[in-house]
């Protein structure tokens, strides 16, 4: 596929420095359609990206697509604020009926804000209300959002730097294997847990992401997650799992942390809660922390109502029936003997991969070739990203929708694209 890059135009002339994607792809894109998009020149691509895991249903998924033009067509409410509308009641019926009740969890539901860091920084602010404390325990190459808070149990330097203030009320510990399985799970944490000398502030929460996305597909083992379950039960501290962008499917069952058999006291959702790329967030939480007071965390835009029309479709289309975890594992295990096979036709550069359902990342000993084989892969049609802190990780995240062959072509292409990187 031959691309022109678009020429000089309002996105360069008006739009800030900050923007990042459209840099790496350089097309105008008008259209899109289940794994797919079309630029304004009709180049059509393969999307592994799925809006950074905002779209697990695909793009203008047809059964949401319709609830939602019903529901504007009808002058069914937009904004809302925080009042009860059918379409929220809609929603949470539907969520405690299908997600929550058949995993026997009695979370409380509250809506923060439209995206995710809302979410995280709620959860922050309500783990040190009811703890009384202000330390949070993060993990290494974590990513939790971009505004201050969320940005103080974040790990990346570059991200972190652009707070242009001090982050603080965050420590890092070592994440599932992070010194190679040379010390004991948890061995340095709960030593400075317990020696009163050791200058670590008693901490109200850990917050963890059991697949590590921004950070580099860092998968933690269902053992490493009950053992730190436990270790917050021991020490009196609340676990907080951000399941922003691992949660809704992506790595098979609807949480993430269900393979482990834990249950964390706090969980954060956004990104492909509302199914359709609506922004929309949730923070749930175990009843008995429901401290607040009304108003005491709020938003202008924390009712999205046809958010929560496109939401309740894709709960009662997508996990009624129990198909779509199924389905998800089935497709990530395409995607694992695709990879098993690009990287043994690589093993002399290092290649190596990594990842759970449909979420796959796949490394080099060259660093830098992460970024050479996502660009040749927008060339050949495919739209895959970069992870990791140094952009060293090649990250796969299709819609969960995607069809075997659709699946099937674009891992084609991008073991086209690795071998011509070589």
């Known amino acids: 596929m031959t691309i022109t890059p678009p020429a000089l135009s309002v996105f360069e002339t008006l739009e800030s420095e900050v923007r990042s994607y459209c840099r790496g792809w350089p097309a105008v ?14 180049h059509t691509y393969l999307d592994f990206f799925a809006g ?3 779209l697990n249903y695909g793009h203008n998924n047809p059964v949401l697509k319709r609830a939602l033009l ?8 937009t904004h809302g604020l925080d009042m009860a509308t059918t379409a929220k009641r809609a929603f949470l019926e539907s969520f405690q009926n299908v997600v929550l009740r058949p995993r026997d969890l009695p979370y409380k539901v509250m809506f923060p804000g439209p995206t995710g860091t809302n979410a995280v920084e709620a959860a922050l602010k309500l783990a040190r209300k009811v703890k009384g404390r202000e330390s949070i325990v993060s993990f290494t190459n974590a990513f939790h959002g971009m505004s201050l808070g969320s940005l103080a149990v974040t790990g990346n330097a570059f991200k972190r730097a652009g707070a242009g203030i001090p982050l603080v009320h965050g420590t890092p510990m070592p994440f599932d294997n992070y010194l190679d399985g040379r010390v004991p799970d948890f061995l340095w944490f709960e030593r400075l847990l317990e020696d009163q000398g050791s200058g670590l502030n008693k901490p109200a929460a850990v917050i963890v992401e059991t697949v590590q996305g921004e950070g ?20 009196d501290m609340l676990l907080i799992v951000d399941d922003i962008q691992m949660g809704c499917g992506r790595t098979g069952a609807f949480f993430s942390f269900e393979e482990a058999g834990i249950t964390p006291d706090i969980v954060t959702l956004s990104k492909s ?3 359709y790329g609506l922004p929309m967030s ?6 008995e922390l429901d401290v607040w007071g009304p108003g005491e965390h709020n938003g202008t ?3 999205n109502n046809p958010a929560f029309v496109t939401a309740t479709a894709a709960l009662d289309t997508y996990w009624a029936d129990g198909q779509m975890e199924k389905q998800t594992i089935a497709r990530g295990e395409q995607v694992e003997q695709a990879l098993l096979a690009i990287c043994d036709e690589n093993s002399a550069y290092g290649a190596h991969f990594r990842g759970r359902g449909l979420v796959w990342g796949m490394e080099f000993t060259d660093k830098a070739r992460a970024s050479a084989v996502c660009a040749r892969a927008f060339e050949l049609g495919l739209l895959v990203e970069t992870s990791g ?11 969960l929708t995607i069809t075997p062959d659709e699946l099937d072509e674009g891992l084609r292409t991008l073991a086209r694209a690795v071998r011509e990187t070589a």
């Open 216 to 235: 580099g597909i860092n998968v933690a083992r269902p053992e490493w997650l009950r053992a730190l379950r436990e270790l917050c039960d021991r020490q």
């Open 70 to 77: 019903d529901y504007i067509e009808r002058d069914g409410i």
């Open 301 to 303: 835009f924390r009712g």
């Open 52 to 54: 950074a895991g905002s």
């Open 389 to 399: 802190p140094r952009s060293e990780v090649v990250k796969l995240l299709p819609p």
């Open 282 to 287: 949730l923070c749930l939480f175990m009843p």
């Open 273 to 275: 809660i509302s199914g």
């Open 29 to 42: 894109f008008d259209r899109a359609q289940g794994a797919r998009l079309t630029d304004e020149d009709g």
